[in-house]
């Protein structure tokens, strides 16, 4: 399966991907791990992205849908993706269409993680996640880690992300809404959006979405 998951940031959708991803036995292909690790790693693709993912702003075309084909072509992606945070504006879908018919596929759907935006900002400000895994995510309050500051999984150090402040979490949601809602019209026109809600238990969204996809026999 060919699925892209969209939503505004603190939608849940690194948490929901790393688990449908195991469920459907495809790779999580995310833009925003990408660039992190990138960053982490010092390369020139990281010291490209890093000011504009400090303010909350999308990472010029140019560098993203480059950087998102490389990592669709290789072979793990052959039989499929989960992507999420790609494609992140019209023209990134534009880019993405093109060239998955240059390849003979398709996208499958469309899944679009609705969550009210109150709540976004309560779950961004508070989110803690693992520096040696980002689906290893946890919130102050919401799923507080065992010991502070320690992930239950792995025992890796949690930290909260640079663009993870109040300030940042507005403008993140204002680009969402000017540039990224856009393509959920883009793949509708196409029959590909399914829409389910992000609130409630991680478990519970991840069967919403499998029943979504019409998986739910392997939903956890
Ligand atoms: P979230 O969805 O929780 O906001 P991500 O980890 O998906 O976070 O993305 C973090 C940042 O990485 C974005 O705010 C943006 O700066 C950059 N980024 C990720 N994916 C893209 C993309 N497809 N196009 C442009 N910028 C991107």
């Known amino acids: 399966m060919r699925i892209v998951l969209v939503g505004p940031p603190g939608a849940g959708k690194g948490t929901q991907a790393a688990f449908l991803a195991e469920n459907l036995g495809i790779p999580h292909i ?34 993203t849908i ?9 072979a793990d992606a052959a039989g499929g993706f989960l992507l999420d945070g790609f494609p992140r504006n019209v023209a990134q879908a534009q880019a993405l269409d ?5 390849q003979g596929a398709a996208l499958d759907a469309v899944l679009d993680l609705e969550v009210p935006e109150d709540e976004v900002v309560k779950r961004i400000a508070g989110r803690r996640i693992c520096r ?7 919130h102050v309050s919401y799923a507080p880690p065992a ?18 402040t109040e ?54």
């Open 30 to 63: 995310s833009t925003g791990d990408l660039f992190r690790a990138n960053i982490s790693q010092k390369t020139e693709l990281g010291r490209a992205a890093k000011s504009y993912m400090d303010a909350g702003n999308l990472v010029p075309d140019e560098v």
């Open 66 to 74: 480059g950087m998102a084909e490389d990592r669709m072509k290789q």
């Open 98 to 102: 093109a060239f998955l018919s240059g």
């Open 132 to 138: 040696n895994d980002s689906a290893h995510v946890f």
């Open 147 to 164: 010991v502070e500051g320690v992930c239950d999984t792995c025992g890796g150090e949690l930290y909260q992300r640079g663009d993870d």
């Open 167 to 220: 300030a940042t979490v507005r403008n993140r949601l204002d680009v969402y809404h000017r540039e990224t809602e856009p393509i959920i019209d883009h793949y509708k026109a196409q029959g590909l959006v399914v829409t389910i809600s992000a609130l409630g238990k991680v478990a519970e969204v991840t069967s919403r979405a499998m029943a979504a996809l019409g998986r739910d026999d392997q939903a956890a």
